[in-house]
């Protein structure tokens, strides 16, 4: 009896475990999420795929100068219930794109507001 108890008590606990080591993986450690910045631009490419699909975007500086940017979502199977196809941005569309940016410095977001051809998309499926 005893044994069983302890071994009901360590399967729980690894339940428990679990879904913090996927927050761990899906957390925003590499985002500064103490602000939100925008970019307008437009889409280069659109990848609908686990687990984050991906944005790409050209940015033009104060310069003239074209930045590319990568802003990263949740998956397809959350983007999908919010209307979201791998159509749904393609090369040549407009953009406005607000999120975290990452913190090495990178032009690379977490994407929190994505604006399309003058139509917001929604994002977050946890709304």
């Given at each position: 009896m005893k044994h069983t108890l302890l071994a009901l008590f360590a399967i729980a606990a690894g339940f428990l475990v679990i879904p913090y080591s996927a927050y761990a993986h899906h957390g925003f450690a590499g985002f500064d999420r103490n602000s939100v910045v925008t970019y307008e631009g437009t889409v280069t490419d659109f990848h609908y795929v686990n687990p984050h699909s991906v944005?790409?975007?050209?940015?033009?500086?104060?310069?003239?100068?074209?930045?590319?940017?990568?802003?990263?979502?949740?998956?397809?199977?959350?983007?999908?219930?919010?209307?979201?196809?791998?159509?749904?941005?393609?090369?040549?569309?407009?953009?406005?794109?607000?999120?975290?940016?990452?913190?090495?410095?990178?032009?690379?977001l977490w994407v929190t507001k994505i604006i399309a051809n003058g139509k917001e998309m929604k994002i977050d499926w946890k709304d």
């Amino acid at each position: 009896m005893k044994h069983t108890l302890l071994a009901l008590f360590a399967i729980a606990a690894g339940f428990l475990v679990i879904p913090y080591s996927a927050y761990a993986h899906h957390g925003f450690a590499g985002f500064d999420r103490n602000s939100v910045v925008t970019y307008e631009g437009t889409v280069t490419d659109f990848h609908y795929v686990n687990p984050h699909s991906v944005v790409e975007f050209d940015v033009k500086d104060d310069k003239g100068q074209v930045q590319n940017w990568q802003g990263e979502m949740t998956s397809p199977s959350h983007l999908a219930p919010l209307g979201w196809k791998a159509s749904s941005l393609e090369a040549g569309d407009h953009v406005t794109v607000s999120g975290y940016r990452a913190k090495n410095g990178r032009p690379t977001l977490w994407v929190t507001k994505i604006i399309a051809n003058g139509k917001e998309m929604k994002i977050d499926w946890k709304d």
